[in-house]
């Protein structure tokens, strides 16, 4: 019996993070040729249906303009806001703001070409999934140094171990090995 309940609450936890990316499906069999623009607000729990990646939180506004022509779809994704991040220098939450435009290109067929703009569905599908598209352009548009952008908005305290911690070369230190200088660290922190 308990066995039975632990099926059903990992059940609902997978059946709400359907439900919350099934917000991001596009019905595109009842739209007509042309234009159609659809806006989504993206926050936190969009995020946590990703489980596992670089950012867990955030506001993001989102444009999606899905072009329909005869045989092929164009997707056009327009964000802006910011993701909650770590400081890569004091480890501590931050808003790094966002800003992505990128293109898709919607193709029907089994996707024997391997090409990262191009989206390949069945033309029996009904809906055009656009979560992990948004979700991965949003990742890119992260930068790779994740940092306060005032440093002084970083945390004083590890700001000062980091300072105590790193080591100062001065000219007569650049003959030496890479272990002398690894000695001198070991000392430093009474390893």
């Known amino acids: 019996m308990a066995t039975y309940g632990k099926i059903i609450y990992l059940c609902s936890a997978f059946c709400e993070t359907?439900?919350?990316?099934?917000?991001?499906?596009?019905?595109?069999?009842?739209?007509?040729?042309?234009?159609?623009?659809?806006?989504?607000?993206?926050?936190?729990?969009?995020?946590?249906?990703?489980?596992?990646?670089?950012?867990?939180?955030?506001?993001?506004?989102?444009?999606a303009e899905l072009e329909l022509a005869s045989?092929?779809?164009?997707?056009?994704?327009?964000?802006?806001?910011?993701?909650?991040?770590?400081?890569?220098?004091?480890?501590?939450?931050?808003?790094?703001?966002?800003?992505?435009?990128?293109?898709?290109?919607?193709?029907?067929?089994?996707?024997?070409?391997?090409?990262?703009?191009v989206v390949w569905i069945?033309?029996?599908?009904?809906?055009?999934?656009?979560?992990?598209?948004?979700?991965?352009?949003?990742?890119l548009a992260v930068p790779m140094r994740q940092v306060h952008p005032d440093p002084a908005d970083c945390n004083p305290e590890m700001i000062k171990k980091l300072e105590l911690l790193s080591v100062r070369e001065s000219p007569a230190q650049e003959n030496n090995s890479a272990w002398e200088v690894l000695e001198k660290i070991r000392e430093q922190i009474n390893f």
């Open 122 to 139: 069945s033309p029996d599908d009904d809906y055009i999934k656009i979560a992990k598209p948004i979700y991965d352009f949003i990742v």
């Open 71 to 117: 045989g092929v779809m164009a997707l056009r994704l327009v964000m802006t806001g910011t993701v909650r991040l770590a400081c890569n220098r004091c480890l501590e939450l931050y808003d790094q703001p966002v800003e992505s435009t990128n293109r898709l290109i919607i193709k029907f067929g089994d996707g024997l070409e391997d090409d990262l703009d």
């Open 18 to 63: 359907m439900n919350v990316l099934d917000t991001y499906n596009i019905a595109w069999k009842g739209l007509g040729f042309g234009f159609h623009r659809f806006q989504y607000r993206i926050d936190g729990a969009f995020f946590k249906a990703f489980d596992g990646g670089i950012v867990d939180d955030g506001a993001i506004d989102v444009m």
